[in-house]
């Protein structure tokens, strides 16, 4: 900790002028650039108490997207992602006609991107569903539904995210193409022996068809696999029908996918029974003392951070103080692993009922506020003075943790590996997580 000696008489009453009118994290912080705040007051860096644990489930129900497949992280294990979807009429009142016999099924699923080892061969299997989903339910990433075990489908690929698909020399976008296989005929024949009145609206027809069960083989080696994003409100996610009637050969119908489909996603992280040992020992075994080492982030609620700053007795010794900032600093130790860092973070205040409060900081923009990751630095931060000045003032209590999580669990697969608090392993000492913190002492 050191006092900076540039500041002039003029800006020491100035500085002293505006403590009497306004809130103590903004003092001084109008004269000086953000990217120069730090250099402003009293200087000091925080050490805190931080340790990761299992996640809460995650609403999935209807998001802007889905994810399937299964990956093997060597850090925190297998994680498998399956979708539950209706299908539905794209328009009501169709006949198949007399006789229909089926030639081929095709579900297509629009890929948007993809997270892990995409030169991984992945195993994907189709079912359908047994039980009722609701559209205007709530389903979270721990839930299932009931499917039939015979499968409808299971294909063997090389997943190919970014590649556009040609078919009779016409090129589309990224998608799955999952041929019906024999056991799939039954389901068809069910399709077209539906009733007239179960074609007749949707809510009549999904009663009939409840939907499918799309999932995928675990991965089976460390550092293989894929998860995929999906995008099931896409035009090209459907299941198409070709067949042939009594009048017609060649004819096809398609099952769709759309805003109104009941859809939820199940995320499965078998329990990390194969994570590696630290992580089991931290995040299943409890032993929060590791947070000294390493911290883990995982999406698709997997792992998030409780952090704790302390009583901070140390910078008042009995005076007033006034804090001019608060950055808290994180960074990532695998930025060259396979797996990429979070584009952001989110950071929190959460009650022991799981109520999440934003911190007053976070209202003045991302800019401000933080929780962006910084690839060339490899680092997030987050400006968090308010926060520290109730801790100093006695206004909060020091004694609860703050949440620190991946942003957009449910859509996004990301997980991190972040410096411990106190790390041992002098190479990434200088990557600890630390809060620094600017102040002044009052008069």
């Known amino acids: 900790m050191k006092t900076y000696r540039f500041f002039s008489l003029v800006a020491i009453l100035a500085l002293m002028v505006s403590a009497c009118t306004k809130e103590p994290d903004r003092i001084g912080t109008d004269i000086i650039p953000p990217s120069d705040r730090l250099a402003f007051g009293q200087d000091t860096t925080i050490t805190l108490e931080a340790y990761s644990i299992i996640d809460d489930s995650v609403r999935t129900d209807e998001t802007s997207q889905n994810i399937l497949g299964s990956y093997w992280d060597p850090v925190f294990g297998i994680t498998t992602a399956s979708i539950y979807t209706q299908l539905r009429l794209p328009f009501v009142g169709h006949s198949f006609g007399t006789n229909p016999v089926v030639d081929s099924a095709i579900l297509k699923l629009a890929i948007k991107g993809a997270y892990g080892d995409t030169t991984s061969i992945q195993t994907i299997k189709v079912y359908e569903l047994t039980s009722d989903i609701y559209y205007d339910s709530v389903y979270y990433s721990k839930r299932n539904a009931a499917y039939n075990a015979v499968p409808l489908a299971s294909k063997t690929m090389l997943v190919r995210p970014y590649d556009s698909v040609y078919i009779d020399t016409v090129k589309y976008a990224p998608h799955l193409r999952i041929r019906l296989d024999q056991s799939a005929p039954a389901f068809i024949q069910k399709i077209f022996s539906a009733s007239s009145d179960a074609l007749s609206t949707n809510d009549e027809f999904i009663k009939y068809i409840k939907g499918l069960y799309i999932t995928a083989e675990p991965a089976n080696a460390p550092g293989t696999g894929t998860l995929m994003y999906i995008n099931l409100e896409s035009a090209l996610s459907e299941l198409v029908i070709y067949?042939?009637?009594?009048?017609?050969?060649?004819?096809?119908?398609?099952?769709?996918?759309?805003?109104?489909?009941?859809?939820?996603?199940?995320?499965?992280?078998?329990?990390?029974?194969?994570?590696?040992?630290?992580?089991?020992?931290?995040?299943?075994?409890?032993?929060?003392?590791?947070?000294?080492?390493?911290?883990?982030?995982?999406?698709?609620?997997?792992?998030?951070?409780?952090?704790?700053?302390?009583?901070?007795?140390?910078?008042?010794?009995?005076?007033?103080?006034?804090?001019?900032?608060?950055?808290?600093?994180?960074?990532?130790?695998?930025?060259?692993s396979t797996y990429a860092a979070p584009d952001k973070l989110l950071l929190y205040e959460e009650s022991k009922g799981g109520e999440i409060k934003f911190l007053t900081e976070q209202n003045q923009g991302d800019e401000y506020f933080g929780g962006t990751y910084n690839s060339t630095a490899g680092k997030y931060f987050f400006r968090i003075p308010r926060y520290v000045q109730g801790i100093v003032d006695g206004t909060r209590d020091s004694t609860k943790h703050l949440t620190l999580q991946v942003s957009g669990p449910s859509v996004r697969a990301y997980r991190l590996v972040i410096g411990g608090t106190q790390p041992t392993d002098p190479a990434i000492y200088n990557q600890r997580v630390k809060l620094r913190v600017v102040y002044t002492i009052l008069p």
């Open 243 to 336: 067949y042939k009637n009594d009048e017609e050969d060649s004819l096809s119908f398609s099952l769709v996918i759309n805003s109104s489909s009941a859809r939820f996603n199940n995320f499965n992280h078998q329990d990390y029974l194969q994570a590696n040992a630290s992580f089991k020992q931290q995040v299943i075994n409890k032993d929060t003392t590791l947070g000294k080492e390493k911290l883990y982030l995982q999406a698709m609620g997997g792992v998030k951070i409780k952090l704790r700053v302390p009583e901070l007795t140390q910078l008042t010794h009995n005076k007033k103080i006034a804090i001019n900032d608060a950055v808290l600093e994180l960074y990532n130790i695998d930025n060259n």
